[in-house]
């Protein structure tokens, strides 16, 4: 893989240091990845809908291409297409409308039972899965030598029966009955390993680095597994009923970082750890619960179980003070504020050079 990108001319370099995060062997330095702000293009388009406007692939890829080279892409920081039209885009398959919004989309449930669920069979004609497909198509042609596209955000597993049914509805039918949710969820997840390698395929073709709306690369299969709905059930539903669909899905990389999503999914924490093909996990502690460093013992937990973790940085004390409890092997600093010009940011990565 020869990894020519102008406006990163150290990709190589990046990705490199960051293929030694994934293994944990990153002991120089924790990896960074941090956005030096530059102010947006003006829009140069009005929409009758919102609907209208997410659609608009040719303005969306021309304006990808009017911003890549303005910027500046530092340390592990690349240069993204990701092909995106909201996180419920898998249960689109199964019949699901999109409602779209400036900053998401989400569906309006159109099953009222268990049953109904299982009657859907996936389509990969369907017009909004369809559409995906063909703007990461778009992004590859248009992206080549100027960025790296992305394959979309996957909500898989139970989190499709929710999307379908409504997550109100879903707990009552497990409460009523556990086993005929968890056949639905074996049902859904045929459906959803197809899509993602639907999704990877073509990246794969193209000889690209792979990764998704997590930005976690490798030159080898990633995935970011997930699972919203973990938050509304206890530990031994999601690791009978749950996890096992997960795992499916991660058979499928050689590369998997978990998104584990606000507190009332930390008690699925134990049970992740314990599962051989996950290499890193992200903590997304959920707003007002920060700031990062709030959470030493949990960073701590992950990385003893030979896990990397993903850290969520809300200012540079994070990062300064969680640097110096958990050393740089298997850390990732993503800086979720920007550097107002390059000189900070160098100033930020000097903090994990200096031991």
Known sequence: MNLSLPSKPDAEVALDLMERWWLRENDERAIL??????????????????????????????????????????????????????????????????????????GTPIVETVDQVLAIEPNFDAPLWAAVEKLQAMAIEAGRGRWITLFT??????????????????????????????????????????????????????????????????????????CDFSAMVGPAYFERSILPSIREEMALAERNIYHLDGPDALRHLDALLDVPEIDAIQWVYGAGNGPARRWESVYRQILAAGKGVRVEAEDVEDIRVLDRALGPAGVWY???FSAPDLEMAEKVLAILQTR
């Open 153 to 226: 955000d996957l909500h898989p597993n139970i989190d499709v029966p929710s999307a379908l049914m409504g997550p109100q509805d879903l707990c009552m039918a497990i409460a009523d009955d556990p086993e005929l949710v968890e056949h639905a969820v074996k049902h859904v997840t045929k459906g959803c390993l197809a899509a993602y390698e639907r999704q990877v395929a073509p990246l794969v073709a193209e000889n690209l680095p792979i990764g998704c709306w997590m930005r976690a690369l490798s030159r080898t299969r990633t995935h970011a597994p997930q």
């Open 33 to 106: 990845s941090i956005g030096i702000d530059t102010p947006p293009l003006p829009e140069t388009k009005t929409y009758h809908t919102e609907r209208e406007r997410w659609l608009d692939f040719d303005y969306r890829v021309d304006r990808a291409l009017a911003e890549v080279d303005r910027r500046t892409y530092f340390a592990e920081t690349f240069p993204f297409f990701e092909p995106n039209l909201g996180p419920d885009i898998v249960s689109t398959l199964f019949g699901l409308d999109l409602e779209f919004h400036p900053d998401t989309s989400w």
């Open 334 to 336: 993503v800086a979720n």
